[in-house]
């Protein structure tokens, strides 16, 4: 059985210090970091490489969660397709627990030092706004586009020197008016995806199945029925109520 990994750039970091400490020598196409903003067009990039590496690989491993439905849709008439059952990367990265919900504050937005190549700030759209609006109404636009957010969170992943990272994150919150955090990620389902570790925490499609949203939609309603068996029962009521 031969593999190949499809991983996304922005997680290049991470993904290498996984394999260093695996010792796993899986071949990898990296894809544009970009892409995951336009999930059309991610899809698009990744049934080429999928096309193309089916002709030599019996499995083909995405390093992508659902990325914005960017993976939905995807399949290969002639490999397995595996793919990690998260809705993105930051779920990945904060996945501490084998079947407990990824450890996310909501009200951050989270970078890695991969991140912040494509971040918030530096942005086509941001720079577009300058060249309309002028820099003080932009960070004014944008600044209201995440004013329920309440820090830029740097993902201490163990896979780059956090400090080489901490004034770019300190200038996209500074511009967008936030506070500066940092919070423990984790590899291990990055280690997993590249050792062949492929449990319920996978989605494996054969030759010609399609990747579907209700694959992620039903890994999230078992952790979640997972969680409420660990609740006693007058807790229960209290939330029912």
Request: hydrophobic share 35%; proline share 3%.
């Amino acid at each position: 059985m031969s593999e190949i990994l499809i991983a996304c750039s922005m997680i290049e970091d991470e993904l290498k210090k996984a394999f260093a400490e695996t010792g796993s020598d899986m071949p990898v196409i990296w894809m544009e970091c970009g892409l995951h903003e336009y999930p059309d067009r991610l899809r698009n990039a990744l049934t080429e490489k999928i096309i193309e590496a089916g002709q030599e690989y019996d499995t083909i491993v995405l390093a992508y969660g659902s990325c914005g439905n960017g993976t939905i849709g995807l399949k290969s008439a002639r490999s397995r397709l595996v793919i990690p059952l998260f809705d993105d990367c930051i779920r990945i990265l904060t996945a501490v627990h084998p079947g407990q919900p990824s450890d996310v504050d909501t009200r951050s937005l989270y970078y890695t030092r991969g991140w912040l190549v494509s971040n918030l700030v530096k942005s086509d759209g941001y720079e577009r706004c300058v060249q309309k609006f002028g820099a003080a109404k932009t960070q004014y636009i944008y600044r209201e586009m995440v004013k329920n957010y309440r820090s830029v969170c740097l993902l201490d992943t163990s896979a780059y020197e956090l400090e080489s990272a901490k004034d770019d994150a300190q200038h996209v919150a500074d511009v967008l008016g936030l506070e500066l955090t940092a919070q423990e990620g984790t590899l291990r389902i990055l280690r997993k995806l590249v050792t062949r570790q492929w449990d319920d925490e996978f989605l494996i499609c054969q030759p010609g199945e399609e990747v579907q949203q209700d694959h992620f939609f039903s890994r999230f309603e078992r952790n979640y029925q997972e969680l409420i068996d660990l609740v006693p029962a007058d807790q229960q009521q209290i939330e029912n109520y």
